[in-house]
């Protein structure tokens, strides 16, 4: 059966959130009975986003085949039970070096390379790849119309149309409609702009989503329609939410759903959004609230751990436990201020880096956690750093570190493994995807999963070094997750402490709105017990403190 196409563009500014978009007009196509595949189509020149700055791109998300790739695939599996791979992740930088190896190999038999055909052959290419088996493919092209370096992009999806038939394609523009606070007004000239962009390139889009702070008027929208050359119900208000979960709730409320079927003439049921719905309901009325401290150096960008964030909250949906983040950047952190710095703070969470930056404020604040028996959570460089800490100041090895730090250090708790060695590029050579681990019999980690096998994602070169394990076991830690060969140390806990973990992995990557990730459930519900014991305390000193009103009458003036 010939897939259905849905081509994602944005306009007049970026940010405007064709991921989140994209995610939830998959979420509502899924629902009704579709099975979906999402592609993201990047500009930039870049392979992959895995050797660029958390500051300027955000967090890099990892699939299970160990593609690193756009924060947005991170949306696109949260929203959908899509199982996105490599392929679902295609730069400039792949289309190119893709198209330079095939004229290397002489397989254009001599001709010219150029943009068209070939750059945009390869493009088309990429987008066939991922709709082998589906219904429905979803394109999101990254960066924003006008930018030099969509156009062979928006080309290669002007041609597609007649490539599979127009019956089987539609364009969906994302576009801001901003409100001029000192004119009062709503302007449409940017959105009327923008697609004029589009329509110079040769794509009239079928449907607008018009980003904007409140609902769009009829008039707004026949205006818009009318500029636009659409009809004024294909114009819809993608309008600002208080929590990103309620988007294809309020898309389907509109009819996004119903009017991109009808346009792709494709029968499909009406959408169950039970579970959606009682989500959006969990998280509009908790009924506690913890405060989760998050110890990095990307603090002033969120972006950086955006499925971090996601994550920790899923955590709290399911038991109505609202999670307040509060960032703390570990290059400002002093130790002698700590206590003030976490005096109300519930849980301290280290997540995963690289370089050095910061790393003794990391160390500071698991120290912290273990000695005041706050519940504690490390990932990746966390559960390292949690390793580190432990060697210095429980087992006395003053000079233990990580090779990652000090290449001359005498004590490499954490090390290259041997293959390792051997790269000099930096590019994907990490340890990256989904490696099984094995569980501990009666381990908080096995309390946990509830189970004995798992599979969890990497994204890390440097590993415990297992040299110093029985050193560490026998103060008290416990490596409660290994690698199948016992080779690798996966997970490490400390028994001695009420909720004291830390994995080398990232399961982040694996949490969902729904389905939240157990470790991420355990360690929310223990900062809300950690609260709760708190509270009980201070109530406790309260009453204590209180002078006891007296019983006897004053005592009568003899004068």
């Not at 993201?40 to 790739?69: C, R, S």
């Not at 041997?418 to 309390?447: D, S, V």
């Amino acid at each position: 059966m010939q897939p259905k196409y849905i081509f994602m563009t944005g306009g007049v500014v970026s940010s405007l959130g064709k991921g989140l978009a994209t995610a939830s007009i998959g979420a509502l196509l899924e629902n009704r009975g579709l099975k979906i595949s999402i592609l993201k189509l990047d500009p930039y020149i870049n392979v992959d986003p895995g050797t660029m700055n958390p500051f300027q791109h955000g967090e890099v998300y990892v699939t299970d085949d160990g593609a690193e790739t756009d924060l947005d695939l991170g949306h696109y599996e949260r929203f959908t039970h899509a199982k996105l791979t490599r392929k679902n992740n295609v730069t400039t930088g792949k289309i190119y070096d893709s198209v330079i190896q095939k004229e290397r190999r002489g397989e254009y038999l001599g001709k010219t390379v150029q943009v068209i055909p070939h750059i945009t052959d390869e493009i088309k290419s990429a987008i066939l790849k991922v709709s082998k088996g589906v219904d429905l493919v979803m394109v999101e092209i990254g960066g924003t119309v006008g930018d030099i370096e969509s156009l062979p992009f928006l080309e290669a999806i002007r041609q597609f149309k007649y490539d599979v038939g127009s019956q089987n394609v539609i364009y969906i523009h994302l576009t801001l409609v901003p409100f001029i606070h000192a004119a009062g007004e709503i302007k449409t000239k940017p959105t009327q702009h923008s697609v004029q962009k589009l329509r110079e390139i040769g794509i009239q889009p079928d449907i607008l989503l018009c980003r904007t702070q409140s609902d769009l008027s009829q008039d707004i929208k026949s205006k818009i329609a009318m500029f636009c050359n659409l009809d004024p119900d294909s114009v819809f208000t993608a309008r600002d939410v208080s929590n990103i979960y309620e988007v294809p709730i309020a898309l389907h409320e509109q009819g996004v759903d119903e009017k991109i079927a009808e346009r792709l003439n494709i029968w499909t049921r009406q959408p169950d959004l039970v579970e959606w719905k009682q989500l959006i309901e969990n998280i509009r009325h908790p009924v506690k609230e913890v405060n989760i401290a998050i110890v990095g150096k990307y603090v002033e960008l969120t972006e950086s751990y955006k499925s971090l964030n996601e994550a920790l909250r899923h955590g709290g949906y399911a038991q109505r436990i609202q999670v307040n983040l509060k960032f703390f950047d570990s290059e400002k952190l002093n130790q002698k201020k700590l206590s003030k710095a976490f005096s109300e703070v519930d849980g301290i969470l280290v997540p995963g880096g690289f370089g050095d930056r910061g790393i003794q404020g990391k160390i500071d604040a698991i120290q912290y956690a273990r000695e005041n028996q706050i519940p504690f959570f490390g990932i990746c460089l966390g559960m390292q750093l949690a390793c580190v800490e432990f060697a210095r100041n429980v087992c006395g090895l003053a000079e233990a570190n990580s090779r990652e730090f000090d290449e001359t250090c005498q004590v490499s708790l954490i090390d290259l493994m041997e293959e390792q060695k051997k790269f000099t590029h930096k590019g994907a050579t990490m340890r990256l995807g989904a490696y099984p681990c094995t569980l501990e019999k009666n381990t908080l980690a096995q309390k946990v999963y509830q189970e004995r096998e798992i599979s969890e994602r990497h994204r890390h070169r440097y590993e415990f070094n297992n040299a110093y394990r029985e050193t560490l076991a026998e103060k008290g830690l416990v490596f409660s997750g290994l690698s199948p060969d016992k080779l690798l140390v996966e997970i490490i806990e400390y028994p001695s402490h009420p909720f004291f973990i830390a994995c080398q992995f990232h399961p982040e990557f694996k949490s969902r709105p729904m389905y939240p990730h157990p470790i991420f459930s355990h360690f929310v519900e223990s900062c809300a017990l950690f609260q709760q014991k708190n509270l009980w305390k201070d109530q406790k000193k309260n009453s204590k403190n209180e002078a006891p009103q007296s019983t006897q009458s004053e005592p009568k003036n003899k004068n």
